[in-house]
């Protein structure tokens, strides 16, 4: 018996919503069959919160403990410090549940899936056979992509579609699959792990986050396990006004290493989208993890229509001494992008790196950074940040770095440079930086520069064309960035800088 | 063959005449050289060939094998054949020497119709190319002109000429600043490219240059247009006496 069958209608709860979250159970079992999408209705009320739990099958605990974070969200208040502006967002005018067409009717080839969607996989280069596994293509991830070694856990909108790969993780005996199943299969793991790097009451979106997660990734890599090959997971936006929930859950255990890769595209929009993931990562003593993201959500037109507003929360635990995790991320999509992947190096000896690419054009606005929190001895951070602006946009980049009283001898580097292009674009440099014992060291060096008509026309005198040579120029300028990228995934990060500037020069 | 005639230019910010009908005929195979007083034009010259911003044609024409470069963007004009060795070569971070070369290499190709050079050619090519310049495998891999040395930069444009093949090739003052070995490296690059079909325009102000790259034809260039022409002696002239006699002749 599940929760909904039991659903009366309460105080404070609408009878429609109640019908309509009924009727959307009913499709589960074929009472109807010409339904675009599997919905829930709009709004978020906790009968959608139990209908997401029920959805996914989950256990009472789980259903409690989203509750728990609904109410406390209730009592929340959106905030407004960061360096960006956008329209109210009307929270009960969002699905918080909604499960593709695709899931349910798989395209049988390339030739069924929309052409735009394909021609950004082209334009970055992503080989056929994993374009088909993204596109969800029945049957495309039963044999392993060639070339490269990825395991590539598709989410499309609310549902994960495919993993592949599985038994050779399985051998290493590493656990990569999606959050709910995780919730099902390995309760004691996410019980113990869930909420405990990013807590429910986190902050406003984060919190949201929790009560209506609808998916996501779920790593456990055991102790002393190296990743036999990179994970992956590429999310797409696929259905219109939908909330994207995703919850992503990583545990590198003691001396264990792994490789994460998250991708995204998402076709064209007209209207906004919310998206508000939350992303947690437990490294334990000597283990280490990479979590790099290429994020290429449609950040609105030329004229600033549309787009994807991207609040994000991500956090590292380096819980164990020696440990160590490195963000990377190359930020080209959304409207708006709230995001401060962090790092609390919690362990003696620990380290954080965050290396960033945060590209803003048109009207977008960015507000990205990271914190580091050394709590523990000889703590190492290290902070590489490329914002380019170009168009109207906004970049502003945000740090925090704290060395508390018991982060003795710890080290801080900061680069942070900006580079324009354009002059009706703007970059902001925030840095907090608090120093709490007198053995650490924090050094901070920023820059601010233009691209050039000297460069520019130096690179066209040899032959390469406006759009080329500006794109050389800030993959030169984000290079150290792109270093730091998984080989193929830097490849891929080249092209998207150069699609994502295109027509801001000339 | 580029072929110059009557080419007038003026600043695009402001109302200031810089080349004041300009005539001038490369034939193909030729090396012509182009001496002048600071501000005379000859850069001007060389970037208004090559479309760069800033500048506007207010009167005349300049075509390469009958073709009006003038209409062209800075890129077509380079996939056509024209290639300008900057007076100052510019830097760009981050962005390693031979990508840059390549994907210079492979545009042209592309915009031309050809097949692209595969890397392991390409390598093979630079690799010769750069040997003989004394560009050693480093400078190959270190960002575009960051932290060379005036000399280097020089080198480098002269290597790039040597791999984009180019049907003309202007040099903007390529010998300034440099020791009496790096301007014969330089020399002996140019020279290496001379085919009987590839054209060279060299501005220079010293004919010590001029003994190593021997000219075929020497312009004289003064407020914009070109005051006298003549074999090698007139670089010898101006060598020994300046430029007052030849300006005092066409005042
Ligand atoms: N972009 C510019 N802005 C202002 N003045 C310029 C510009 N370009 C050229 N000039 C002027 O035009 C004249 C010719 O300059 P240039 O072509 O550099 O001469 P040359 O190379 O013969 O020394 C000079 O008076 C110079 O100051
Ligand atoms: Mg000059």
Redesign the pocket.
Known sequence: MTALDTMKAKDGVDQETVDAVQSVEKYKYGFSTDIEMDFAPKGVNEDIVRLISSKNEEPEWMTEWRLQAFRRWQQMDEPDWAMVHYPEIDFQDIYYYAKPKSMLVKPKSLDEVDPKLLATYEKLGIPLKEQMILAGIEGAGDTPAEGRKVAVDAVFDSVSIGTTFKDELAKAGVIFCSISEAIREHPELVKKYLGSVVPQSDNYYATLNSAVFSDGSFVYIPEGTKCPMELSTYFRINAENTGQFERTLIIADKGSYVSYLEGCTAPKRDTNQLHAAVVELVIMEDAEIKYSTVQNWFPGDENGKGGIYNFVTKRADCRGDRAKVMWTQVETGSAVTWKYPSCILRGDDSSGEFYSIAIANNYQQADTGTKMVHLGKNTKSRIVSKGISAGRAQNTYRGLVSMHPKAKNSRNYTQCDSLLIGDKCGAHTVPYIEVRNNSSRVEHEATTSKVDDEQLFYCRQRGIDEEAALALIVNGFAKEVLQSLPMEFAMEAQALVAISLEGSVG | MLKIENLQVK?EEED?Q?LKGLSLTVPSGEVHAIM?P???????MSYVLSGKG?YEVTGGSATLDGVDLLAMEPEERAAAGLFLAFQYPVEIPGVGNMTFLRTAVNSQRKSRGEDEMSAAEFLKVIRAKAKSLKIDAEMLKRPVNVGFSGGEKKRNEILQMAMLEPKMCVLDETDSGLDVDAMKLVAEGVNALRDGKRSFLVITHYQRLLDHIKPDVVHIMADGRIIKSGGPELALEVENNGYADLLAEVA
């Open positions: 600043l200031k810089i002048g600071n501000g005379s034009g000859k850069s001007t800033g």
